[in-house]
């Protein structure tokens, strides 16, 4: 019996680097999914993310979130000088216009709060499953011959490629429409505060509700993909 030639460092490497991508990937969505989007749904005064004002960016995105200006305790307008209170205090964000932007029972609060919640995901979840899908790529191109079971090694890196690929997948296709009307109700809302809408978003609560919910379902069921994938490189690494 031989004994079996152990991987080398590179895979090493590139299997550890794409293990730390993918458990980060399932980490965050399983975080959005089972704490933050329960979190912003309860009928709470106190915001889970800062108060945050929607604003147009027409040289990068449509939309863009910015944390809203504190606003003085005694009016709506004031100088900086002036004692200030939050807005997330009294569960109001206030537009630097002095407007209010929306309470925890209306539609587009809480459209604010999974827009927080999106943008931080569009920022971080795409390079983690590209560069964890990478990573194990490599792991299956570069594989020395002389190593046993190669065929069965690289057979589990490349499905950890494709499951970590296909979170992507599933985001352009089974997420999409739900991203899609979630981002219809954003774009309402600041048309509404910019006088270019006439229609109260606010009237949408429960469906925007549910499409928030449906949201958070459906990105638990994208998080169990980067799971399979830490799995098969993980038994790709001991076979």
């Not at 995105?61 to 307008?77: C, H, I, M, Y």
């Amino acid at each position: 019996m031989t004994t079996p030639i152990p991987l080398p460092p590179y895979i090493l490497l590139a299997s550890s680097i794409g293990l730390c991508l993918s458990t980060t990937f399932t980490v965050g969505s399983l975080g959005f999914s089972v704490f933050a989007i329960p979190a912003i749904l309860l009928p709470s005064n106190a915001p889970l993310m800062p108060p945050l004002e929607l604003v147009t960016e027409k040289s990068k995105r449509q939309f863009n979130t910015e944390q809203a200006p504190k606003q003085p305790l005694d009016s709506g307008v004031g100088s900086e000088t002036e004692s200030l209170l939050d807005a997330g205090a009294t569960g109001k964000v206030l537009r630097r216009d002095g407007g209010e932007t929306g309470s925890p029972s209306s539609s587009s609060y809480l459209l604010r709060q999974w827009f927080h919640l999106f943008s931080k995901g569009m920022h971080n979840m795409p390079p983690a499953a590209i560069g964890s899908a990478v990573c194990y790529a490599f792991c299956a191109a570069m594989l020395p011959g002389s190593l046993e079971n190669i065929l069965v090694k690289r057979g589990l890196y490349v499905l950890a490629t494709t499951l970590s690929a296909g979170a992507m997948v599933f985001t352009l296709t089974a997420l999409k429409p739900i991203n899609e009307a979630l981002h219809e109700r954003v774009k309402e809302v600041v048309a509404q505060e910019q006088g270019s809408h006439t229609a109260d978003v606010d009237d949408k609560r429960r469906e925007t509700e549910s499409l928030i919910r449906e949201w958070g379902r459906m990105n638990a069921i994208r998080s169990t993909l980067p799971v399979m994938a830490v799995l098969s490189a993980m038994v790709a690494l001991v076979v």
